[in-house]
């Protein structure tokens, strides 16, 4: 019998600007899963990258919150962080399931961005999706489970990263 691949952990952007604050909930999120027993790959999808990429060029934007974007993506290689590209099909498929999440009313319809995460994470096969954003994480995640099912894309689960440390670091 072979053994499984490793778990995907897909994270949200506010994590990666997190990250680049140097919020310590962040990097203790990213420290406990990289010592973790089953040695989770950490992933970025295209909608993640493309917003650190849009805060980060944004003169609109607070300078602090550019700053940390910058920090939270130059930093994510050294961190371990994967880029994981959707191919052309798939940017299709992850709207289609991203709109579904917005028609079904599990994420408002504003927050197209946060619904193509969650659909990207989960066309990709991730267990987890690491977020601290409250409309993201207070998800109804057996009715979204039901939708992704449906959707014929992996289920997942939301969490936040002091889950992860509270759960994970304490073995």
Known sequence: MGTSP?????FDTNIIIGLGAGEDVCLDCVETLKKAKLRPRLIITDTVAQELVAINGDPKKNASLRK??????TGLHQRGFEFVRLQPAQHGIAAVVGDALRNHGLIDHAERNDSLIIAEAALVDCAYLVSSDKHVVDIDQAEMNRLLKAQHVGELKIVRPAIIVRQLGRR
Do not use: H, M
Request: proline share 18%; aromatic share 0%; with cysteine.
């Open 68 to 73: 940390c974007a910058r920090a939270g993506l």
């Open 6 to 10: 490793p778990p995907l952990v897909a």
